[in-house]
């Protein structure tokens, strides 16, 4: 403030005076773009002020705080979606589905960082409130990055990145999930009855917070009605600078969940299945060491560190032979092929395996019997049994779909009679 270069280019005099105080005073309260405000008191001003001046002052409390910032702001943000999108939201969500829609967006931001940036998922389930906290990179006020895509449905920039997976290979770790643009928003109101984002970019030295409440955005629902909720700013907490040291991180936490007396066990099983390959893989080192793509945890237990789970017991009790695998292209002829941006057609895509893993009879009993023991004597809930445990697990682009529980594919079953060739390649 003792700096004379703010007075170069003298203007006009600004702002009021204390005329009831031998200080002169001059207090400012200045709306930013972003719809938060400053408030600025100047004393002793003798001196005419440069309108560039003035704003280099403004800045300055706004980066520093030393400014009077009004922190929380009623309808901050504009999420009224796009209507159509209101006719395709799912009809039913388990719990466990929505708070993995949840945690695909924070894979995918993390997927994002650079080497040298900490991945780190971190999951907190309590009574009283569900967070989810990543490292990626964030999000802040700016128009490509705005935190509004996060709660607008339709407006997610994760599913404009769908594309990078196309044609990807083996391990097929690209976990560029998004297709429809409202996983986030959709999910948070499964969950609970009220959700906050909060989330901070590199550049920006503030946190900006969105706060969805499912009452509120149900009250304005309607043709013609907007949605607008309130936003705040605020500093990084020391625990969001110690979980993300490159200062970059978005937390998702949901208060008042609907979800009671959770067995975090069986979560942290169940979430480590669906994640697994995430979580410990030893197909992207050359020498086939084990790594650790990115950290996750729930209620502060590092999953790569849990022995349970459908996928590790299964593991586990497979043949340690070589793998057989079918490596399968599929691809879409042009004729057949929706037009692009430009008019013209693209031919579409795909790649996938199939991963056959034998598990032998040991002893005389069969080594699926000894998995579904295991899982039993874990508490998984399983329940299957011998004959119809399913034998077929789907995962894309590396996450595991819980919910697709085939018993077995077409050429997997010995019972078809001969001359069924044709119809067989068409259930597959």
Not at 388 to 416: K, Q, T
Request: hydrophobic share 35%; aromatic share 8%; proline share 4%.
């Amino acid at each position: 403030m003792e700096d004379n270069s703010h007075f170069k280019g003298l203007k006009r005099r600004l702002a009021f005076d204390d005329e009831d105080s031998d200080v002169v005073l001059r207090r400012f309260k200045v709306l930013l773009p972003n719809g938060t405000s400053v408030g600025l008191t100047l004393k002793d001003l003798e001196h005419e002020i440069s309108f560039q001046g003035f704003i280099d002052l403004i800045r300055d409390a706004y980066d520093d705080g030393s400014g009077d910032v009004t922190n929380t702001f009623e309808n901050m943000w504009d999420l009224t979606p796009d209507t159509d999108l209101l006719m395709e939201l799912p009809e039913e969500y388990t719990f466990e589905s929505a708070l993995a829609d949840l945690i695909d967006n924070s894979l995918q931001a993390v997927w994002l960082n650079c080497e040298n940036h900490r991945r780190l998922i971190s999951v907190d389930v309590l009574e009283n409130r569900i967070s989810i906290f990543d490292t990626g990179p964030g999000m802040d006020n700016s128009d490509e990055n705005s935190i509004v895509k996060w709660g607008k449905m339709g407006a997610s920039l994760n599913r404009l990145y769908k594309i990078k997976a196309i044609g990807c290979k083996p391990p097929f770790l690209v976990p560029f999930f998004g297709m429809f643009g409202y996983g986030g928003p959709v999910a948070s109101m499964h969950l609970g009855s009220c959700v906050i984002v909060s989330s901070k970019t590199k550049e920006s030295k503030k946190v900006y917070k969105l706060r969805l409440a499912r009452d509120v955005l149900l009250s304005n629902s309607g043709s013609g009605r907007s949605w607008r909720t309130d936003g705040s700013i605020r500093d990084p907490s020391d625990d969001e600078i110690v979980k993300s040291p490159h200062r970059s991180f978005t937390k998702v936490e949901i208060l008042r969940p609907k979800a009671k007396n959770l067995d975090i066990s069986k979560l942290q099983c169940k979430l480590k299945d669906i994640y697994f390959p995430y979580i410990q893989c030893d197909e992207l080192s050359e020498g086939g060491k084990t790594v650790t793509p990115v950290e996750f945890q729930v209620n502060g237990v590092d999953l790569a560190e849990i022995q349970g789970g459908e996928a590790a017991i299964t593991n586990l009790h497979s043949c340690n032979g070589s793998e057989f695998t079918v490596s399968l292209r599929f691809s879409l002829k042009k004729e057949n092929s929706s037009p692009n941006a430009s008019g013209s057609k693209v031919p579409r895509m795909a790649n996938a395996r199939l991963k056959c893993i034998y598990f032998p009879i040991l002893k005389g009993k069969e080594n699926i019997e000894r998995i579904l023991d295991s899982l039993e004597a874990e508490g998984c809930g399983v329940r299957e049994n011998f004959e119809n445990y399913s034998r077929v697990s789907i995962r894309r682009l590396g996450r595991l779909l819980p919910d697709a529980r085939w018993v077995l594919l077409p050429f997997m079953d010995l019972r078809h009679r001969k001359g069924e060739n044709s119809q067989l390649l068409k259930r597959c």
